[in-house]
């Protein structure tokens, strides 16, 4: 395809206005669309019929719908034990048995026992004054641990 290489100069060509709108056109645009709109048709007039009878059985849906789920979310609760209240269950003769049969030893059992909780006091020097502990199970400790109450235990 060859593609024609004539100069072509916009100037020379001719310029018409083929777009002429008659006299005074847009000035009576604003009149002519609003009597346009007076005089229209009017329009189909549209009613909508409501269905009582549907209604009435979506209404009754939704409501079983609802009493449903709030007997399901009451059903579906879980009674939440705290960490506590799930130890004041064992016993300590249990608690015991479990760890002498795992390797935990005291320091990893201090590590995560909160000190300042547990009622005991220390002296000026840090040093650790033994609690007056009331356990009936006190003495079911000491013998499993081959210990004496009169021994100063020391553990750190």
């Not at 916009?10 to 847009?26: H, Q, R, V």
């Not at 909780?117 to 009331?134: A, K, S, Y």
Request: aromatic share 8%; net charge negative; no cysteine.
């Amino acid at each position: 395809m060859e593609r024609d290489k004539r100069n072509i100069d916009l100037n020379k060509i001719p310029k018409k206005d083929i777009y002429t709108a008659p006299e005074g056109y847009f000035e009576a645009l604003p009149d002519n669309v609003l009597k346009k709109i007076d005089e229209g048709d009017k329009g189909k007039e549209i009613t909508l019929r409501v269905n009582w009878k549907v209604v009435g059985y979506v209404a009754a849906a939704s409501i079983l719908l609802l009493v449903a789920t709030l007997i399901g979310l009451q059903n579906n609760k879980t009674d939440r034990v705290s960490a506590e209240d799930f130890l004041a269950k064992v016993s300590d003769s249990d608690l015991v048995l479990y760890l002498q049969q795992s390797e935990i030893d005291a320091y990893e059992i201090m590590e995560v026992t909160d000190i300042e909780n547990l009622g005991l006091t220390f002296g000026n020097t840090g040093d650790f004054i033994e609690p007056q502990l009331n356990d009936p199970d006190l003495e079911l400790l000491y013998e499993q641990y081959g210990i004496s109450p009169d021994e100063n235990l020391q553990m750190f």
